[in-house]
């Protein structure tokens, strides 16, 4: 399953969230698979984050690969970041949206397992399809009806365009084996 949240000029307020709304958020990421939810964060934010990525890891952007890379596809890789200034990121990982839907697919106890970096070189072929994660009992055929397990959580820090690639999604296809 996956939760994308983009970027706006000015962010969705967070004071107080519509239960009506979560409760349409949660029924359309379970029946899609994904989620997209625009308008959460402020772009300057992004753009900080982008300065911050250049400056702190220049790597990233298109010299020699950091050892603890893994390669997600033709000159695209991610690669972990420590979750520590100027990528201390509470604001999006206790967002509130951000924890309430969680929550509501994962349980209140859910876990941050990893948080880094997925880029995209100069010159990258269109990703290959591929699903986020693996199943959990493959040879059973229950994964299609199990709930999630696992949520990625993306937030691109560039525009998704055609000059930037976007996120293609499938709805349903988490419930195929």
């Known amino acids: 399953a996956l939760l994308q949240l983009e970027w706006d000029e000015t ?44 400056r702190e890891h220049p790597e990233y952007m298109g010299g020699d690969l950091p050892d603890d890379h893994y390669t997600v596809g033709d000159r695209r890789f991610t690669a972990p970041l420590r ?59 229950l994964d299609g009806l199990l709930p999630p397990s696992a949520v990625a959580v993306a937030m691109p820090l560039v525009d998704m365009n055609e000059t930037s690639g976007m996120t293609a999604f499938w709805p349903g296809s988490h419930r195929q084996s």
């Open 11 to 54: 962010p969705m307020p967070v004071t107080v969230i519509d239960p009506d709304l979560l409760d349409q958020y949660l029924a359309d990421f379970r029946r899609d698979g994904f989620l997209v939810v625009r308008d959460v964060f402020d772009r300057q934010r992004a753009a900080q984050l982008v300065e911050h990525l250049h």
């Open 83 to 141: 979750y520590a200034p100027p990528f201390d990121c509470a604001d999006f990982v206790t967002h509130p949206l951000v924890d309430a839907i969680l929550c509501g697919t994962l349980g209140r106890d859910y876990v941050l397992e990893a948080f880094g970096v997925i880029s995209s070189l100069p010159g990258a072929m269109e990703q290959h399809v591929h699903r986020d994660g693996g199943s959990l009992f493959p040879d059973s055929g």
